[in-house]
């Protein structure tokens, strides 16, 4: 913060075309990094596809159907758990501004609504806002509850539903239903167990935030307040200025890295540094 000397990442790159830069993405010498979620990393659709092909060459048809299946499937279990953090914000204050399932992205920017296609099968996510800046914690917490809590639901109901009607079932439906129970099953239990990464966490580690990390939680409420802040309407600049700081503090959550770069940045008084900082923010922007 301030300091004299640039920091330890901060390194000179060379670009493409044999110019030396420190911050090459500021002087526009490298482009942007490219979105998280538009990245193939091919770790679920390459063993998916080898499968497929294998049980095409072998004709083993039964295993071909349940495969083909398996995508209807994950992508209904995931829509169930995000439906379940989007009813559950609702009911505890939160707004609407977007979800993420699977391939299907649709976002609230600008006050305009969005739909884009992305190169993901099995991940989603729930975006709700704040309307107010009361009763923040218990607002997280009983949306990211919603998610875990509406797949255990489903996954009881589902199994309950599919050996009642099975002897009657001459379709099929049951076992897709049964199918989409044990996907959201294991969804649910997956998230249940805490994991983090370097910039997501989920539900059951932002639960564990919220209300067992006295910094994590701060850094947590202060992030969607100041944002709130900045997003809906006029705050008191003190207000916003502490909740900044709050925000920027240093802890293990995925808010922490975006947070003390700005900080850092906006409290720099050599150009070098802060040009250094703001290339930090702009290798993050992915």
């Known amino acids: ?22 911050t090459p993405i500021l002087d526009q010498l490298e482009p942007f990094p490219k979105p998280a979620d538009e990245i193939v990393t091919g770790k679920f659709v390459l063993p998916l596809l080898t499968l497929v092909a294998l049980a095409v060459i072998n004709q083993n048809y039964p295993l071909l159907a349940v495969l083909l299946g398996l995508l209807p499937a994950l992508f209904f279990a995931v829509a169930i758990h995000e439906f379940g953090h989007i009813a559950s914000g609702w009911c505890a204050g939160l707004r609407f501004r977007g979800v993420e399932i699977g391939p299907v992205c649709i976002l609230l920017i600008r006050k305009r609504w969005f739909v884009r296609l992305r190169p993901r099968i099995y991940s989603g996510a729930a975006h709700m806002a ?5 009763r923040i914690r218990r607002q997280l917490v009983i949306c990211t509850l919603g998610g875990p809590v509406t797949s255990y639901v489903f996954a009881l109901i589902a199994f309950l539903v599919g050996e009642l009607y ?13 199918f989409s129970g044990f996907l959201s099953l294991i969804i649910a239990v997956f998230s249940t167990f805490p994991y983090g990464s370097q910039m997501s966490g989920n539900d059951a580690h932002i639960l564990r935030q919220l209300l067992a990390s006295k910094s994590g ?26 909740w900044w700081k709050l925000a920027s503090t240093q802890s293990d959550t995925f808010y922490s ?3 003390v770069s700005w900080q850092a940045y906006h409290a720099a008084q050599d150009p070098v540094v802060a040009a250094g900082h703001l290339e930090q923010l702009l290798r993050q922007s992915s």
């Open 130 to 134: 704040l309307r107010g800046v009361r």
């Open 1 to 22: 913060m301030g300091e004299s000397a640039a920091p330890r990442w901060f390194r000179p790159a060379k670009s493409n075309t044999g110019q030396v830069s420190p």
């Open 257 to 259: 890295r975006y947070y």
């Open 217 to 242: 939680s701060t850094q947590m409420i202060a992030a969607h307040a100041a944002h709130y802040a900045a997003s809906m309407e006029p705050i008191v600049p003190a207000y916003f200025e502490r």
């Open 166 to 178: 099975r002897p009657a079932d001459s379709s099929g439906w049951t076992i897709f239903v049964e």
